[in-house]
């Protein structure tokens, strides 16, 4: 069964960069047939996609963060990677990794993990 | 970027009722459509994709329906364990964008 956790400082000061890991076990990140994908809940909100990653480092970026996004990927760790700079209190939310399998559906997603921006 | 309208925001019902609820694009997407349940504290759970497709393990009770602009997610007979927040999300282009959620409550 697919797994995936994501990790990372649960308190960023504002200015500063927001880094999160998502490490996917069960299967293999470097599989031909999937994104993997970042997605966000700001509290009180809906759900806000961030970007995707293709295991060769092909990326997808949401435009009204893509100034401020990097999604990376690690096959060897089987772990893909979000970086947001310049964080504000806007960016305070639930964020979540997830597998975009064919045809474009998020159908396995981490548990998620809160990231509060607050000096 | 394509808009995502739902409707209701919110929608009271009880067990064994059937509910519909509906999801409006700001253009044509074709049958590039997801539905969600999120329940408190949990991450989002995919019921069905293009549109009309069960996800494997849910159950039929669920059902999607509708292609281009407008869909429709209908629960035939509510359960207690359906009671959550519904999205829709379309995957047509970049960026995927989410309706902004239907909260469905126990009258």
């Known amino acids: 069964q697919l797994q995936l956790q994501e990790s990372g400082p649960g308190l960023v000061k504002p200015s500063e960069t927001l880094s999160l890991t998502c490490s996917v076990s069960g299967g293999s990140i470097s599989s031909t047939n999937y994104y993997w994908g970042w997605i966000r809940r700001p509290p009180g909100k809906g759900l806000e996609w961030i970007g995707n990653?293709?295991?060769?480092?092909?990326?997808y970026y949401n435009p009204s963060l893509k100034s401020r996004v990097t999604i990376s990927v690690d096959t060897s760790k089987n772990q893909f990677s979000l970086r947001l700079s310049s964080v504000t209190a806007a960016d305070t939310a639930v964020y979540y990794c997830?597998?975009?399998?064919?045809?474009?559906?998020?159908?396995?997603w981490g548990q998620g993990t809160l990231v509060t921006v607050s000096s | 970027d394509i808009q995502m309208t739902q409707s209701p925001s919110s929608v009271s019902a009880s067990v064994g009722d059937r509910v519909t609820i509906t999801c409006r694009a700001s253009?044509?997407?074709?049958?590039?459509l997801a539905w969600y349940q999120q329940k408190p504290g949990r991450a989002p759970k995919l019921l069905i994709y293009t549109a009309s497709s069960l996800q494997s393990g849910v159950p039929s009770r669920f059902s999607g329906s509708g292609s281009g602009t407008d869909f429709t997610l209908t629960i035939s007979s509510l359960q207690p364990e359906d009671f959550a927040t519904y999205y829709c999300?379309?995957?047509?282009?970049?960026?995927?964008?989410f309706g902004q959620g239907t909260k469905l409550e126990i009258k």
């Open positions: 999300q379309q995957a047509n282009s970049f960026p995927y964008t």
């Open positions: 990653i293709y295991y060769s480092g092909t990326t």
């Open positions: 253009q044509g997407i074709s049958s590039w």
């Open positions: 997830a597998r975009l399998g064919a045809p474009r559906k998020f159908e396995y």
